[in-house]
């Protein structure tokens, strides 16, 4: 099923094109990691348009200080359409660091890698406040691992305890894989965009990129604060229950209230890089003045 030309062209044009990005982003990374943070956004994007992937949204990302996503897992698409809308790092198991390519894009996004050993939990819980303290979203699969796309699985609320007692904001958030090309997917066509249990990652990937193009609907979730909650395990299933009832919702319910305009962050990108572009100048001219005074000085 699907076109082997059409495979062909996209993962052709996937790679290249994720090939130069990347770069940038590297080089933003180094010289102007606020910048990057951004651009990042434009990466996701471009991968969404070449790969087919048409995203229908409800309600919006959260802008209220640090946000801590929680999104039910599907397929590596769920990255691509997440990072779309949200300036945010993924939390992913260690074991994804060590991955060809995929491993070094996602060091590149800054996405912390955690590992499911009690003894590292205090140190991962600090790397996250930290980032919390810097202002950057995180996002979190806190299934686990990826479901078929015709239900969720069970929410970990161990994977909640890095955001325990925080004075974050948490937002679920429900991400439905529903129609090809206009036409539903059901049961027997969503594995084709699913990749879960055993599937190989090359074989599943060429043979959804043969496809034609898939509608994705997120929808946001009102967002909570974690520290309202009495323990990780109250907080995991109110998210587990918000992100199901949604992904239900569209699968089997009503779709109202989505559209395909994505979120707009070039207001808040104009005025977060103004206000980081006074700070920069601001610090270099300082510099100079200093370098200038000794200089006189010395003379």
Sequence with gaps: MGSSILALYRLIAAV?????????????CIVHPFLAKYFVIFVHRSMCRILGVNIYIKNVPSKTGPVFFVSNHTSYIDIFALGSMIKGSFIAKSEISGWPIIGHLAKLQKTIFIKRDRSALQEQKEVIKKRF??????ILFPEGTTNDGNRILP???SLFSVVEGMDAFVQPVSISYVNLDGWPLGRRLRPFFAWYADMALGPHLWRMAGLGRVDVYVE????????????RKELSKYCEEHVEQGVMNVLYGPRSGYDDKMPDVIEVDVKEYQKEFKHLVGKRAKDIIKRNFRKKKLA
Excluded: C, N, T
């Design 16 to 28: 290249s094109v994720l090939l130069v990005l990347a770069f940038i982003q590297l080089l933003l």
């Design 133 to 138: 303290d810097e202002g950057d979203d995180l």
């Design 155 to 157: 929410f970990k609320s």
């Design 220 to 231: 946001f979730h009102e967002p909570v604060k974690a520290s309202d909650f009495k323990s």
